[in-house]
C-alpha cells in the first residue's frame, strides 16, 4: 500500500467509489448526500481543489484519510488508509511497516525579552498591529535552532510555550496549549491564532472581555475546559472550513450562547486579513493608542 498514491486520491473519485454522486456545485465545489449518516437534503460539501470536505449536518470535516476514519470509526491512520485501498481495489502489502520516528529538532538557547526588534515591529505593522498593541502582549523570543540563531515574535499561552512569529517563520516553542485571558466578564471572545486576537485590540472589538486564543483549532477541546463558564461566546473564527468546523463544534458543546462574529468579515479570510483591507496603514514606528 503506498500512502503518497492514497494522498492523491481525489475525494470526488473515492466518493463515486462508495456510490455516492453530487447532488449539486457552487464556487468553491460539489455538494453530497452524506456517506456517514442518513439526510434528506444534501450538506456534506468537497473542495476538490483543496482535497477537503465539510459536513455541515455534522460540523465535521477534513481530507480523505479523516473522511476514511469516519466511516471505518478508527482514528488509526493506518487503518484509514488500509480502508480507502480496499475500497480503491488498491493493492495492499502485509504486514505494515510502520513509519520511523524521527526526532524533532529542539529549541537551544531560548531567551525571552522586550519586544523591540525593528523587523519584529515591522512585520506587526505590515498587518495592522501597532507597535503598543504589540509590545504589550506579545515578547521577543531569541532562539537556537538547527544550529543557527533566530528571532520571532512570541506569544505566550496557558502553559507557558509561545506561538512564534515572524515574517520568515510560523510555529511554536513547545508545549502547546491555549491562551487564556480572564477579566472577570461574562463574555469571552474567541480567536483563531494571536494575530486575529491583535487585530481585535486595535479594531476595539475586546473591550476589556474575555478572550481564549486557541493557537490552532486542534485546541478546541481544551478551550472547552474554560468556556462553558461564560454567558456569551463570541466567535471570530476564520472563514474557512476549519473555521467553521470548530464554530460547530462549539455549538454541539455550548449550545445557543456560541455566537457567530464572521459576518463583521464576509469577504475576508480572517479578521486580520480585514483589519488590512479596511483600516488606515502603520509604520513600524507608529504610537496608536488604545
Same mark, same amino acid.
Request: charged share 25%; net charge negative; aromatic share 6%.
Given at each position: 500500500m503506498n500512502i503518497?498514491?492514497?494522498r492523491k486520491i481525489s475525494l470526488?473519485?473515492?466518493l463515486n467509489q462508495l456510490g455516492y454522486q453530487p447532488t449539486g456545485r457552487d464556487s468553491k465545489g460539489l455538494w453530497f448526500y =452524506?456517506?456517514?449518516?442518513?439526510?434528506r437534503k444534501p450538506s456534506f460539501h468537497v473542495n476538490p481543489r483543496k482535497g477537503v470536505w465539510f459536513d455541515f449536518g455534522s460540523g /465535521?470535516?477534513?481530507d480523505i484519510f479523516t473522511l476514511a476514519g469516519e466511516l471505518c470509526n478508527s482514528t488509526d491512520f493506518i487503518r484509514q488508509a488500509e480502508f480507502i485501498a480496499q475500497k480503491m =481495489?488498491? &493493492?495492499?502489502?502485509k504486514p505494515y511497516k510502520p513509519v &520511523?520516528?524521527?526526532e524533532q529538532p529542539t529549541f537551544e538557547d531560548v531567551r525571552v =525579552?522586550?519586544?523591540e526588534s525593528p523587523a519584529l515591529l515591522k512585520y506587526l505593522a505590515d498587518r495592522g498591529i501597532p507597535r503598543n498593541i504589540a509590545q504589550w502582549w506579545c515578547v521577543q523570543v531569541n532562539y537556537r535552532l538547527h544550529g543557527k540563531d533566530y528571532y520571532a515574535i512570541g506569544f505566550e499561552n496557558n502553559a507557558h510555550g509561545f506561538e512564534l512569529r515572524s515574517s520568515l517563520f510560523k510555529g511554536s516553542y513547545p508545549p502547546k496549549h491555549i491562551t487564556h485571558i480572564a477579566n472577570g466578564n461574562a463574555r469571552c471572545n474567541v480567536f483563531e491564532g494571536f494575530i486575529d486576537f491583535l487585530s481585535a485590540e486595535r479594531l476595539g472589538l475586546n473591550d476589556g472581555f474575555d478572550s481564549v486564543i486557541l493557537n490552532s483549532v486542534a485546541n478546541v477541546g481544551k478551550a472547552l475546559t474554560v468556556l462553558p463558564d461564560y454567558s456569551i461566546i463570541a466567535c471570530y473564527l476564520d472563514n474557512d472550513e476549519a473555521g467553521? /468546523?470548530?464554530?460547530a463544534r462549539l455549538r454541539r458543546e455550548l449550545g445557543d450562547k456560541v455566537m457567530d462574529k464572521s459576518a463583521l468579515y464576509p469577504d475576508h479570510k480572517d479578521l486580520n486579513e480585514y483589519l488590512v483591507a479596511t483600516q488606515p496603514k502603520i509604520s513600524n514606528n507608529s504610537k496608536l493608542k488604545l
Open positions: 503518497e498514491e492514497i470526488v473519485e473515492f =452524506s456517506p456517514c449518516r442518513s439526510e /465535521a470535516g477534513g =481495489s488498491m &493493492p495492499i502489502e &520511523p520516528f524521527i =525579552s522586550k519586544l467553521r /468546523a470548530a464554530l
